[in-house]
């Protein structure tokens, strides 16, 4: 998760369970139609044991490779909003073409109500991608907030939990 300050004085507490306001309207919109495609195209993920083929010799192209997902909630300062609400301009645009400059792509960008004022929903490279577009979106100060959250496929879930059930570990005493 990536969090963006304005101030060491502004803090933001991070309230449990804030994305189940948002799934509602994510599924209205087929958000979810989106992701449901983008797992389909890494179903064939190693969990461990088998390993997958290499590069050249594998069916699928680099470039059909499916991008790690995230998302970035945000919130907007007093000034964003007043310069907003006088020329009132489709952000979404801006972020996509940020994003398509990184190499990442825009599935979805939604305004609401609450701690947040909105949340995109994209594709990035990697994650330092990733932590370099909230930095170059937040760098000229009109946000208050930003929170990045990485998601994960039910593919890559699996992956991490029969790793997690493999794994020795000892609990404390």
């Not at 309207?25 to 992701?35: I, K, N």
């Not at 590069?55 to 470039?63: D, F, H, L, Q, V």
């Not at 909003?81 to 996509?96: F, G, I, M």
């Not at 073409?97 to 929903?121: A, H, Q, V």
Request: net charge negative; glycine share 6%; hydrophobic share 40%.
């Amino acid at each position: 998760m990536f969090s963006y300050r304005v101030s060491d004085s502004e803090k933001f507490d991070e309230p449990r369970g804030e994305i189940t306001a948002y799934l509602p309207r994510l599924v209205e919109v087929g958000v979810f139609s989106e992701v449901r495609a983008r797992l389909e195209s890494v179903a064939s993920c190693s969990c461990g044991g088998e390993e997958e083929d290499p590069p050249e010799k594998s069916a699928r192209k680099e470039e059909d490779q499916a991008m790690p997902l995230y998302m970035t909630q945000f919130a907007y300062t007093p000034e964003a909003w007043a310069a907003l609400t006088d020329n009132p301009e489709d952000r979404s645009v801006a972020v996509r073409e940020l994003l398509e400059t990184y190499g990442g792509r825009l599935i979805g960008w939604y305004l609401s109500f609450g701690e947040y004022d909105g949340m995109l929903i994209y594709e990035a490279p990697d994650d330092a991608t990733a932590g370099a577009l909230v930095l170059a979106a937040a760098r000229h100060g009109h946000l208050r907030a930003t929170k990045t959250t990485p998601l994960f496929t039910s593919e890559e879930s699996m992956v991490m939990m029969r790793r997690a059930g493999a794994t020795a570990f000892r609990a404390p005493r």
